[in-house]
T-cell receptor, first 116, second 114 residues
Framework: GAVVSQHPSRVICKSGTSVKIECRSL??????MFWYRQFPKQSLMLMAT?????????EQGVEKDKFLINHASLTLSTLTVTSAHPEDSSFYIC????????????FGSGTRLTVV | GQQLNQSPQSMFIQEGEDVSMNCTSS?????WLWYKQDPGEGPVLLIA?????ELTSNGRLTAQFGITRKDSFLNISASIPSDVGIYFC??????????????FGKGTSLLVTP
């Protein structure tokens, strides 16, 4: 159980375009999802916390207008990178957690974004 | 978020050897997690620890939640080539400004030679 599906796994886009990444919890309801960014050979850095039915909470230094997060249902959160630039190229990973009780945090398989 | 101090940064060992890595934090955590990440993939949960002093095993892996709640270690016994990857510790604080979000260590890169 506790499977998180992330799509797409890889995407290449032109500079200035927008890219949407989906994160789905397949066998549980995730009231909270998290979006991380990971640069090569570095750790995961939290970008934002997404709560179903409410606005996302962004970490300091993360532009909310650039990284749009929508958590419209208990099983789906999306991250849209708007007006992408080459410096946005990175590995984006989502994570989902059930609230209450002791649960490990399940991660998606990640999305490799390359902006050219 | 808070950065955890994870060491060592990398390890290069021979198959069959035991491995130990640890994480420390200046703050108290109420959950410690250990993940393994393969290239191009998301982290996969290895062991979750929820109580101070808790010692948990998962096959050849053993992890402990430090009594002070500021540290944790992960041991891998009798390493095999498929243990190669990057291991991350992660902690969650009840006082985190990000709610349930995890704070990650910088990772330990493990290489195992046959």
């Amino acid at each position: 159980g506790a499977v998180v599906s992330q799509h797409p796994s890889r995407v290449i886009c032109k500079s200035g375009t927008s890219v949407k990444i989906e994160c789905r919890s397949l066998d549980f309801q995730a009231t909270t999802m998290f979006w991380y960014r990971q640069f090569p050979k570095q750790s995961l850095m939290l970008m934002a916390t997404s709560n179903e039915g409410s606005k996302a909470t962004y970490e300091q230094g993360v532009e909310k207008d650039k990284f749009l997060i929508n958590h419209a249902s208990l099983t789906l959160s999306t991250l849209t990178v708007t007006s992408a630039h080459p410096e946005d190229s990175s590995f984006y990973i989502c994570s989902a957690a059930r609230t209450g009780g002791n649960y490990g945090y399940t991660f998606g398989s990640g999305t490799r974004l390359t902006v050219v | 978020g808070q950065q955890l101090n994870q060491s060592p940064q990398s390890m290069f060992i021979q198959e069959g050897e035991d491995v130990s890595m640890n994480c420390t934090s200046s703050s108290i955590f109420n959950t410690w997690l250990w993940y393994k990440q393969d290239p191009g993939e998301g982290p996969v949960l290895l062991i979750a620890l929820y109580k101070a002093g808790e010692l948990t095993s998962n096959g050849r892996l053993t992890a402990q939640f430090g009594i002070t709640r500021k540290d944790s270690f992960l041991n891998i016994s009798a390493s095999i080539p498929s243990d190669v990857g990057i291991y991350f510790c992660a902690g969650r604080s009840s006082n985190s400004n990000s709610g349930y979000a995890l704070n990650f260590g910088k990772g330990t890169s493990l290489l195992v030679t046959p």
